[in-house]
């Protein structure tokens, strides 16, 4: 499991477009890809806002139930997302 804080970039994470500054009303996307491997990751659509609700040891992935294009904010823990990895992948 990786993860990418969103106000500094860590080693090894890189940015295709923009900065860290996220700005109110504007929506984001991030994805995983492996230049490896050429594994993707399905994205995660985020805004500022719905940043204030990730707190510290959560994940934030959106689940799809057709209605809604970006999903719906799912905040998991470590060992939830873990169970979800091993369903997935």
């Known amino acids: 499991m990786a993860s990418l804080d969103l106000?500094?970039?860590s080693s090894g994470w890189s940015l295709a477009k923009g900065d860290l500054n996220l700005r109110e009303g504007q929506?984001?996307?991030a994805g995983a890809y492996n230049a490896k491997t050429h594994v993707r990751m399905a994205d995660v659509t985020f805004?500022?806002?719905s940043t204030k609700q990730i707190?510290?040891?959560?994940?934030?992935?959106q689940d799809y139930d057709?209605?809604?294009p970006d999903g719906v904010d799912v905040?998991?823990?470590a060992t939830e997302f873990s169970a979800?990895?091993?369903r997935y992948c």
């Not at 707190?55 to 992935?61: C, Q, S």
């Open 66 to 68: 057709g209605q809604r």
């Open 7 to 9: 106000e500094k970039i």
């Open 84 to 86: 979800r990895a091993q």
């Open 75 to 77: 905040l998991l823990s």
């Open 47 to 49: 805004t500022k806002e």
């Open 55 to 61: 707190t510290t040891g959560r994940i934030l992935v």
């Open 27 to 29: 929506k984001y996307v």
